[in-house]
T-cell receptor, first 111, second 113 residues
């Protein structure tokens, strides 16, 4: 299994509060991705990174920001959480090919 | 955003039966991937395909890269209870340098022991 962890694994927060999710990899892979998974929508790309300090938006980036200051860490921030951001968030990593390897996920509930 | 057309949406079968599912795209892909997701976990890569017509097996699983490059198929032979889960297809046209994938919505598989 790819060395990829996510923290926290579960979080409950209130509307309007900032939230940061962390993805950590030990594979030294160049590419990292943040997805959200919701019933009926499958996996939707939020942001991705193609190198340290190199990031770009995915299809559902509004309300989210990311940062990657080190190869191994990719942070996803919800500046002001809303109920529509209640979801399961997955981080994925990719090396030289197109295969992506996923972390265990973070279940976020915004009340 | 673009999505792949994955079918069937769900399946309920008896243990021991064979399973077939497929994924189609409106555009040509150069890479097809198949994943399985167990409840409460992240998707796990099952099979990767990189060449039109390619047929690749992983145990009881066999996947094919369609000759038209617009579809892919996954077959599971002699299903067992642990095959239960959601199966996702994903593909890429390999355009750009971002390694982004286009995803299907998944096929949910239930197996009756």
């Amino acid at each position: 299994d790819a060395g990829i962890t996510q923290s926290p694994r579960h979080k409950v927060t209130e509307t309007g509060t900032p939230v940061t999710l962390r993805c950590h990899q030990t594979e030294n892979h160049r590419y990292m991705y943040w997805y959200r998974q919701d019933p009926g929508h499958g996996l939707r790309l939020i942001h991705y990174s193609y190198g340290v300090k190199d990031t770009d938006k995915g299809e559902v980036s509004d309300g989210y920001s990311v940062s990657r200051s080190k190869t191994e860490d990719f942070l996803l921030t919800l500046e002001s959480a809303t109920s529509s951001q209640t979801s399961v968030y997955f981080c994925a990593i990719s090396g030289g090919g197109y295969e992506q390897y996923f972390g265990p996920g973070t279940r976020l509930t915004v009340t | 955003g673009q999505q792949l057309n994955q079918s069937p949406q769900s399946m309920f079968i008896q243990e021991g039966e064979d399973v077939s599912m497929n994924c189609t795209s409106s555009s040509i892909f150069n890479t097809w991937l198949w994943y399985k997701q167990d409840p409460g976990e992240g998707p796990v890569l099952l099979i990767a395909l990189y060449k039109a017509g390619e047929l690749t097996s992983n145990g009881r699983l066999t996947a094919q890269f369609g000759i038209t490059r617009k579809d892919s198929f996954l077959n599971i032979s002699a299903s067992i209870p642990s095959d239960v889960g959601i199966y996702f297809c994903a593909g890429s046209s390999n355009a750009g340098n971002n390694r982004k994938l286009i995803w299907g919505l998944g096929t949910s598989l239930a197996v009756n022991p």
